[in-house]
């Protein structure tokens, strides 16, 4: 069973039909008509529009399992790709959920915990606070750790239930904002404090591991391109810039704790890197948004290796036969209009033309005719661009974002065009503050 919608339930579906495994999509009434329900063997409405009550709907999701039979289910990302009970049900009900074990999930998943657990490991992490259960214990928090600081949902992802607090008045109102985003989006309302360094690189480790001890790493992708709610939009590997010292030392620190918790399928730890020093924020107990860039770089299909691992088997491969060649880049086409602080833009797509030529690969559920509906994630498309150096790479990129044309409705298509065409993202020196500064100095973009 393909337990998500969009573009990742698509991924899914094309993984298992090239590994022979019939599969089962869910939907909503909203998607009834996806690209992904009409491509999956067997397709079962769960509930109406709202999340809570279809992709978040865990007795009818797992009814649906048991009915059709199914011997696994794939979370995807998002929904309940980190909810450790959601796998302890579907261990309950005989179903093998295709990620990490329930109590890794709750370890690495739950975003404070995960802190806590890889300080064990010896692994340096960002100042900040356990769950914080009420607003006074914030204020309490924040006088300890001091000011500017990070309120971030636990069981977060996608830069939802983040808010950043300059000083004490902001922090009432960022602790009801973030609690509230956190529970409608994730069922979990629980949030905790980090401290805010200024200006760093969001740097991420992709890591696989199986069910015999081995595991490994492949590389890293800079995710620093990002909207002022903390949500990517560009993210490349290798990360430009990067230093050797960090290099190696984020690569071992990832795997480090990895292995100290025995994780095992596919995973993403995420680090802030200011200067030479790396701080462990989070792991993302998943398969991320932006896999594709890892998979063009090292040849090696993620979601395949997710469903080979969660069957039983071994990687069959160890950290030195794996070998980074060329560059990718990916931009997130969403629909939402930049220059009305990313208001998102549903409707129906009028017109439709996808890019091609060598080098590029598009992951979307997106086709002429097809309804955005306004109750999910607002991501339509990925555009991939990879070549042997960096330049080819943006070259492309910027060839395949000019051949793409979405009508009907709002998107973000020239807003990538703009940060590639930024002498300081050509030159890869950029943070996480580089698009809301460089780009959305007024909280708007320029483009067109």
Known sequence: MIANRGEIALRINRACQELGVRTVAIFSEADRDSLHVRQADEAFCVGPGPAARSYLNIPNIISTALITR??????????????????????DHGLTFIGPKPSVIALMGDKATAKRVVREAGVATTPGSDVLPSVEEAYRAAETIGFPLLLKATAGGGGRGMRVVHDPNDLLRAYAGATAEAEASFKDGRV???????APRHIEVQVLGDEFG????LGERDCSVQKPAHQKI??????????????????????????????????????????????????????QVEHPVTEMVYNIDLVKEQIRIAAGEPLGYAQGDLTARGH??????????PRNHFAP??????????????????????????????YYDSMIAKVVAFGATREVALARME?????????GINTTIGLCLEILANPAFR???YNVEFLPTQILPNGESGAR
């Open 70 to 91: 199914c011997d696994a289910i794939h979370p995807g990302y998002g929904f309940l790709a980190e909810n450790a009970r959601f796998a302890e049900i579907c261990s």
């Open 192 to 198: 905790y404090l980090e401290r805010l360094i200024a």
């Open 214 to 217: 081995n595991i490994v790493h």
């Open 234 to 287: 560009v993210e490349e590997t290798p990360a430009p810039n990067l230093s050797a010292k960090s290099r190696a030392a984020i690569h071992e620190m990832a795997l480090q704790a990895a292995r100290y918790v025995g994780y095992t399928n596919a995973g993403t730890l995420e680090f802030l890197v200011s200067s030479d020093e790396a701080y462990f924020m989070e792991m993302n107990t998943r398969i």
């Open 328 to 337: 990718a880049i990916e931009c997130r086409i969403n629909a939402e209009d």
């Open 345 to 374: 833009a549903a409707g129906t797509v009028s017109k439709l033309v996808f890019p091609g030529g060598p080098g590029i690969r598009v992951d979307t559920h997106l086709y002429a005719g097809a309804t955005i509906p306004p």
């Open 399 to 407: 060839r395949a974002l000019r051949e793409t044309l979405v009508e």
């Open 427 to 429: 030159e890869g020196r």
